[in-house]
Protein backbone atom coordinates (compact mmCIF):
# COMPACT_ATOMS: atom_id res chain seq x y z
CA UNK A 1 0.00 0.00 0.00
CA UNK A 2 1.34 3.37 -0.86
CA UNK A 3 1.35 6.32 1.62
CA UNK A 4 1.43 9.80 0.08
CA UNK A 5 4.27 11.58 0.84
CA UNK A 6 4.33 15.25 3.15
CA UNK A 7 6.48 17.81 1.75
CA UNK A 8 7.71 19.76 4.66
CA UNK A 9 6.65 23.60 5.36
CA UNK A 10 9.40 26.10 3.96
CA UNK A 11 9.49 29.14 5.74
CA UNK A 12 10.37 32.23 4.19
CA UNK A 13 12.38 34.28 6.08
CA UNK A 14 11.10 37.78 7.09
CA UNK A 15 13.21 40.49 6.13
CA UNK A 16 14.83 43.01 9.03
CA UNK A 17 13.49 46.24 9.17
CA UNK A 18 16.07 48.62 8.04
CA UNK A 19 17.96 49.88 11.20
CA UNK A 20 19.26 53.16 9.31
CA UNK A 21 16.92 56.10 10.75
CA UNK A 22 15.18 58.29 8.01
CA UNK A 23 16.55 61.58 7.04
CA UNK A 24 14.55 64.20 8.20
CA UNK A 25 14.55 67.66 7.28
CA UNK A 26 15.40 69.32 11.08
CA UNK A 27 12.82 72.42 12.31
CA UNK A 28 14.67 75.60 13.64
CA UNK A 29 13.41 76.40 16.70
CA UNK A 30 11.09 79.38 16.81
CA UNK A 31 12.71 82.48 18.23
CA UNK A 32 11.46 83.25 22.42
CA UNK A 33 9.19 86.11 21.04
CA UNK A 34 7.75 83.88 17.96
CA UNK A 35 4.30 84.08 19.36
CA UNK A 36 4.37 88.01 20.38
CA UNK A 37 5.43 88.98 16.65
CA UNK A 38 2.31 85.98 15.51
CA UNK A 39 -0.07 87.93 17.54
CA UNK A 40 0.87 91.34 16.39
CA UNK A 41 0.50 90.30 12.63
CA UNK A 42 -2.56 88.50 12.96
CA UNK A 43 -4.43 91.49 15.09
CA UNK A 44 -2.86 93.37 11.67
CA UNK A 45 -4.53 91.44 9.24
CA UNK A 46 -7.59 90.96 11.20
CA UNK A 47 -7.83 94.84 11.34
CA UNK A 48 -7.21 94.94 7.98
CA UNK A 49 -9.81 92.85 6.74
CA UNK A 50 -12.15 94.20 8.77
CA UNK A 51 -11.38 97.95 7.87
CA UNK A 52 -11.41 96.45 4.10
CA UNK A 53 -15.13 95.13 4.95
CA UNK A 54 -16.16 98.66 6.16
CA UNK A 55 -14.65 100.56 3.09
CA UNK A 56 -16.05 97.93 1.01
CA UNK A 57 -19.70 98.27 2.20
CA UNK A 58 -19.82 101.76 2.25
CA UNK A 59 -18.73 102.60 -1.13
CA UNK A 60 -21.61 100.05 -2.03
CA UNK A 61 -23.93 101.83 -0.25
CA UNK A 62 -22.67 105.44 -1.84
CA UNK A 63 -22.88 103.02 -5.03
CA UNK A 64 -26.88 102.64 -4.42
CA UNK A 65 -27.60 106.00 -3.31
CA UNK A 66 -26.15 107.35 -6.88
CA UNK A 67 -28.06 104.45 -8.54
CA UNK A 68 -30.98 105.71 -7.06
CA UNK A 69 -30.55 109.40 -8.03
CA UNK A 70 -29.81 108.63 -11.60
CA UNK A 71 -33.05 106.75 -11.68
CA UNK A 72 -35.63 109.41 -10.04
CA UNK A 73 -33.25 112.44 -12.12
CA UNK A 74 -34.05 109.76 -15.65
CA UNK A 75 -37.64 109.56 -14.64
CA UNK A 76 -38.43 112.94 -13.85
CA UNK A 77 -37.06 113.24 -17.14
CA UNK A 78 -39.18 111.18 -18.74
CA UNK A 79 -42.26 111.73 -16.59
CA UNK A 80 -45.02 112.98 -18.87
CA UNK A 81 -44.52 109.77 -20.97
CA UNK A 82 -46.67 107.26 -19.51
CA UNK A 83 -45.13 103.98 -18.08
CA UNK A 84 -41.91 105.41 -18.55
CA UNK A 85 -40.66 104.81 -15.01
CA UNK A 86 -41.03 100.94 -14.60
CA UNK A 87 -39.69 101.07 -18.04
CA UNK A 88 -36.71 102.31 -17.23
CA UNK A 89 -36.39 99.96 -14.01
CA UNK A 90 -37.09 97.01 -16.68
CA UNK A 91 -34.26 97.71 -18.82
CA UNK A 92 -31.96 98.58 -15.94
CA UNK A 93 -32.83 95.70 -14.38
CA UNK A 94 -32.51 93.48 -17.45
CA UNK A 95 -29.08 94.96 -18.16
CA UNK A 96 -27.47 94.98 -15.18
CA UNK A 97 -28.59 91.78 -14.48
CA UNK A 98 -26.69 90.09 -17.58
CA UNK A 99 -23.82 92.33 -16.76
CA UNK A 100 -23.24 91.99 -13.24
CA UNK A 101 -25.43 89.11 -12.28
CA UNK A 102 -27.61 88.71 -9.08
CA UNK A 103 -28.79 92.23 -6.84
CA UNK A 104 -29.86 94.24 -9.67
CA UNK A 105 -33.94 93.11 -9.76
CA UNK A 106 -36.67 95.65 -9.80
CA UNK A 107 -37.68 95.40 -6.44
CA UNK A 108 -33.61 96.35 -5.33
CA UNK A 109 -33.57 99.09 -7.95
CA UNK A 110 -36.86 100.38 -6.33
CA UNK A 111 -35.57 100.08 -3.26
CA UNK A 112 -31.96 102.12 -4.66
CA UNK A 113 -34.69 104.51 -5.91
CA UNK A 114 -36.06 105.02 -2.51
CA UNK A 115 -32.77 104.93 -0.74
CA UNK A 116 -31.73 108.16 -2.40
CA UNK A 117 -35.21 110.01 -2.08
CA UNK A 118 -34.77 108.83 1.68
CA UNK A 119 -31.65 110.96 1.79
CA UNK A 120 -31.70 113.09 -0.66
CA UNK A 121 -31.70 116.29 1.15
CA UNK A 122 -30.34 115.82 3.93
CA UNK A 123 -27.83 117.88 5.56
CA UNK A 124 -25.37 115.36 6.08
CA UNK A 125 -25.07 114.33 2.54
CA UNK A 126 -24.82 117.94 1.24
CA UNK A 127 -21.85 118.79 3.66
CA UNK A 128 -20.38 115.72 2.68
CA UNK A 129 -20.67 116.48 -1.26
CA UNK A 130 -20.07 119.93 -0.99
CA UNK A 131 -20.21 122.49 -3.96
CA UNK A 132 -17.08 121.32 -5.35
CA UNK A 133 -15.61 121.51 -9.05
CA UNK A 134 -16.49 117.29 -9.06
CA UNK A 135 -19.62 117.61 -7.99
CA UNK A 136 -20.61 120.25 -10.79
CA UNK A 137 -18.79 118.11 -13.39
CA UNK A 138 -21.00 115.15 -12.67
CA UNK A 139 -23.83 117.10 -12.76
CA UNK A 140 -23.12 118.21 -16.18
CA UNK A 141 -22.63 114.51 -16.99
CA UNK A 142 -25.67 113.66 -15.53
CA UNK A 143 -27.47 116.45 -17.39
CA UNK A 144 -25.49 115.23 -20.47
CA UNK A 145 -27.16 111.84 -20.83
CA UNK A 146 -30.51 112.46 -19.56
CA UNK A 147 -31.45 113.86 -23.38
CA UNK A 148 -29.24 110.87 -24.97
CA UNK A 149 -29.50 107.22 -22.91
CA UNK A 150 -32.51 105.28 -24.18
CA UNK A 151 -34.47 103.30 -21.92
CA UNK A 152 -32.47 100.01 -22.96
CA UNK A 153 -29.16 101.41 -22.12
CA UNK A 154 -27.59 101.19 -18.52
CA UNK A 155 -28.17 104.73 -16.74
CA UNK A 156 -25.16 103.77 -15.25
CA UNK A 157 -22.74 102.49 -17.77
CA UNK A 158 -20.02 104.59 -16.94
CA UNK A 159 -19.53 102.71 -13.93
CA UNK A 160 -18.66 99.66 -15.84
CA UNK A 161 -16.78 101.56 -19.02
CA UNK A 162 -16.06 104.99 -17.89
CA UNK A 163 -14.21 107.64 -19.94
CA UNK A 164 -10.55 108.47 -17.83
CA UNK A 165 -11.52 111.72 -16.05
CA UNK A 166 -15.22 110.63 -15.13
CA UNK A 167 -13.82 107.76 -13.65
CA UNK A 168 -11.63 109.70 -11.43
CA UNK A 169 -14.71 112.02 -10.70
CA UNK A 170 -16.95 109.27 -9.88
CA UNK A 171 -14.62 107.49 -7.73
CA UNK A 172 -14.50 110.93 -5.73
CA UNK A 173 -17.72 111.28 -5.39
CA UNK A 174 -18.83 107.33 -3.96
CA UNK A 175 -15.91 108.54 -1.81
CA UNK A 176 -17.59 111.98 -0.65
CA UNK A 177 -20.94 110.23 -0.22
CA UNK A 178 -19.23 107.38 1.54
CA UNK A 179 -18.90 109.11 4.32
CA UNK A 180 -22.12 109.68 5.08
CA UNK A 181 -23.03 106.16 4.77
CA UNK A 182 -21.04 103.99 7.53
CA UNK A 183 -23.66 101.48 7.98
CA UNK A 184 -23.58 98.24 5.38
CA UNK A 185 -26.47 98.23 3.01
CA UNK A 186 -28.41 96.05 4.69
CA UNK A 187 -29.02 98.28 7.93
CA UNK A 188 -30.21 100.69 5.45
CA UNK A 189 -32.74 98.88 4.07
CA UNK A 190 -34.19 98.12 7.27
CA UNK A 191 -34.17 100.92 8.17
CA UNK A 192 -35.94 101.95 4.75
CA UNK A 193 -38.96 100.18 6.63
CA UNK A 194 -38.93 103.15 9.52
CA UNK A 195 -41.45 105.57 8.36
CA UNK A 196 -40.95 108.08 10.68
CA UNK A 197 -37.89 110.25 10.22
CA UNK A 198 -36.70 111.32 13.65
CA UNK A 199 -36.69 107.18 14.84
CA UNK A 200 -34.99 105.74 11.59
CA UNK A 201 -32.08 108.71 12.84
CA UNK A 202 -31.71 107.11 16.29
CA UNK A 203 -31.86 103.67 15.33
CA UNK A 204 -29.14 104.73 12.92
CA UNK A 205 -27.47 106.47 15.51
CA UNK A 206 -27.68 103.67 17.92
CA UNK A 207 -26.49 100.72 15.63
CA UNK A 208 -23.68 102.70 14.79
CA UNK A 209 -22.32 103.39 18.65
CA UNK A 210 -23.57 99.86 19.55
CA UNK A 211 -22.20 98.38 16.55
CA UNK A 212 -25.15 96.25 15.82
CA UNK A 213 -25.33 93.63 13.22
CA UNK A 214 -28.87 93.96 10.83
CA UNK A 215 -30.57 91.17 13.12
CA UNK A 216 -30.16 93.12 16.29
CA UNK A 217 -31.21 96.75 14.49
CA UNK A 218 -34.19 94.42 13.42
CA UNK A 219 -34.76 92.99 16.71
CA UNK A 220 -34.45 96.48 18.58
CA UNK A 221 -37.43 97.99 15.98
CA UNK A 222 -39.80 95.81 16.39
CA UNK A 223 -39.51 96.22 20.51
CA UNK A 224 -39.50 99.83 19.72
CA UNK A 225 -36.21 100.28 21.82
Same mark, same amino acid.
Given at each position: ????????????????????????????AKPSDY??????????????????????????????????????????????RAGYGE????? =?? /????? @?????? !???????? $? #????????????????????????????????????????SAIDEF?????????????????????????????????????? =?? /????? @?????? !???????? $? #??????
Amino acid at each position: MQTDHIQPAVTVPMSKPSAKPKNRKAVPAKPSDYNEVLTSVVELLDAARRASARVVNSLMTATYWEIGRRIVEHEQAGSKRAGYGEALLEG =LS /RDLTR @RFGRGF !GIIQLRTM $R #QFYATHALTDKIQSEIGESPIRQSLIDESAKSLGIAPIGQSAIDEFSHPRPATRSFVLERLGRIAQAFPLPWTHYVRLLRVRNA =LA /REFYT @REALAG !GWSVRQLD $R #QINAQF
